[in-house]
């Protein structure tokens, strides 16, 4: 009964913290110890990016270096997994010195996999021993560091970068992406993206994104997100996909709700077997201020491979931005 109850709390929460009102002009900051610490950490990025971007030259005062950074805390149920909470950064240094090619990027680097509007944030993550934290799984997971060339083979048409740095903290890898949009017509564009990434100990880790979206009109647009993911690691090869198709209604300012379709499932003898299928919704909107969100999402997925039966699985994310 407490399970039960526990449950049901939580999933009060999300609607309630999806559904209160948001207005479009929500302040920047105030006078608040919570805006005393945003400013800090905004004035350490800009300290850190300002003596980087010496390291290189002579640094322009009318063209300063520059840094952003995600930190979201994911908050996850479903009833065989039960709680777990996933903290996530994900940050980058911009350097004028190096004609704004060369970034600084850190956190972690899955985020880099992801679509640029992805439809679905829900990832049913298990841990190990039943934990619904696992410190050194999540510390491993942020600890990426890397330097990354912009448009290192642009050619006017494909925007490319091209990583070199360290993962989960002893992870030497090389990084590479390429990504090209197609306008079709007024309403209808496409885009692929195609990473590769070869790291000592994960090896190779390969990733094609497509996604298509139809605008129906200004606040609307219907669209379709493919992935298509292959990891071969030691004696581990592995093939797998996943597609949300969806549509969202844009609210406001960084305010939309969403809900589709979300299907995932593995190749085996170059056939697209289905494991699992379900209807999504989901909502995001600031509070409070313009720099933190929050963001939840309501499914209803199976998973055959682990005979688990359709169930109600809940997220709700917090993030801040710097």
Not at 29 to 36: E, H, R
Not at 164 to 183: C, V
Not at 241 to 252: A, C, I, K, M
Request: charged share 30%; glycine share 6%; aromatic share 12%.
């Amino acid at each position: 009964m407490q399970k039960r109850n526990r449950t049901a709390l939580f999933i009060l929460a999300a609607c309630i913290s999806s559904m209160a009102a948001a207005e479009d002009t929500l302040p920047a900051t105030g006078n608040t110890w919570v805006d005393t610490q945003h400013g800090k950490v905004q004035g350490t990025l800009k300290r850190w990016s300002h003596n980087m971007d010496g390291w290189f030259g002579e640094t322009d005062p009318d063209n300063p270096a520059s840094a952003n950074l995600r930190v979201m805390v994911d908050t996850e149920w479903n009833k065989y997994d039960e709680f777990s909470v996933t903290p996530r950064i994900r940050g980058r240094v911009k350097l004028p010195v190096l004609q704004q090619k060369l970034n600084v990027v850190f956190g972690d680097d899955s985020l880099d996999d992801e679509f640029r509007n992805e439809a679905s944030n829900y990832r049913n993550r298990t841990y190990r021993d039943d934990k619904s934290y696992d410190y050194r799984t999540n510390r491993d997971q942020n600890s990426s560091i890397a330097l990354r060339w912009n448009e290192l083979f642009n050619n006017g048409t494909v925007d490319t970068d091209f990583d070199i740095g360290i993962r989960s903290g002893s992870d030497l890898y090389a990084r590479a992406k390429a990504e090209k949009d197609w306008q079709i017509n007024d309403q209808l564009v496409t885009g692929l993206e195609q990473i590769y990434r070869y790291g000592s100990k994960s090896e190779h880790h390969v990733r094609t994104n497509w996604d298509t979206r139809h605008q129906e009109d200004a606040k609307t647009f219907i669209a379709n997100q493919l992935h298509v993911q292959y990891e071969h690691e030691g004696d581990r090869e592995e093939w797998t996909w996943g597609n949300n198709t969806y549509r969202q209604h844009d609210l406001g300012t960084a305010r939309y709700v969403n809900y589709g379709l979300h299907t995932h499932g593995h190749i085996e003898d170059k056939k697209f077997k289905l494991n699992t299928y379900g209807p999504f919704v989901g909502y995001r909107q600031p509070v409070w201020r313009k720099w933190l969100f929050v963001q939840t999402e309501v499914n209803y997925l199976n998973d055959r491979k682990e005979d688990r039966d359709h169930t109600i699985g809940t997220l709700v994310r917090l993030e801040a931005l710097f």
